[in-house]
């Protein structure tokens, strides 16, 4: 991905818009969740989180060896709780994993967390991108690319169930991406505060 600039992005949003409220980004692997979550952070002066990083934390372990000691059954009881755990915070920008959306709860989770944005690309793109990483243990099998088409299939509708925006990222670049993220959240928060 291009990486432009945006002067824009950078300001930091009016603290009256902004209390009580969190940008959360979900989408598969591969999306660019953590890379354009710590722009909009930037860009709006919040902070940035990572709930799989949040994970290995309490874990103590990194991702692989919590699926192999705890299936994936284990690791989604974790991400439940680093979710309940963000619940209360403010002014955080969320990044999370790409199945995030496979437990029903977590959906309630993440719309009761703040603005939910949906961040989507091709197969092709994806698979590209993922490729280069062997940390991902659902995509662990003899053929992966299968296994990515089969998620993004189980997975779309679940996705569409958590966002307040989508956001196509296929044409754009990262500052691209997290202004229009930062314009959208600022009207939302905006409104929001005005209820
Ligand atoms: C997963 C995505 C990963 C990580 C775990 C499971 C998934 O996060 O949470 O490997 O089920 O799609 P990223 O989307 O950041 O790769």
Not at 30 to 48: D, N, P, Q, S, Y
Not at 79 to 92: A, D, F, P, R
Request: glycine content about 8%; overall charge negative; proline content about 3%.
């Amino acid at each position: 991905m291009n990486s432009g600039n945006h002067d824009d992005s950078q300001k930091s949003v009016d603290a009256s818009c902004a209390d009580g409220f969190n940008v959360v980004l979900v989408g598969f692997m591969g999306v660019g969740k953590t890379a354009i979550g710590e722009r909009v952070a930037a860009g709006l002066g919040f902070r940035f989180a990572d709930t799989d990083k949040l994970i290995e934390t309490a874990a103590g372990k990194p991702i692989p060896e919590i699926f192999l000691e705890r299936g994936e059954a284990g690791f989604r009881a974790l991400e439940t709780s680093v979710l309940k755990q963000l619940l209360g915070e403010e002014h955080l920008v969320i990044s999370t994993g790409g199945g995030v959306v496979t437990v029903p709860e977590n959906i309630r989770l993440l719309h009761r967390l703040g603005y939910v944005v949906l961040l989507t690309t091709t197969e092709d793109v994806i698979f590209r991108r993922i490729s280069a990483n062997q940390n991902r243990p659902l995509l662990q099998t003899p053929n992966p690319r299968k296994t990515v088409r089969e998620l993004l299939a189980a997975r779309a509708h679940l996705y569409k169930q958590a966002a307040d925006l989508e956001i196509d990222t296929t044409e754009l670049n990262e500052a691209e991406i997290a202004f229009g993220i930062c314009e959208s959240a600022r009207v939302q928060f905006r409104n929001d505060s005005r209820k």
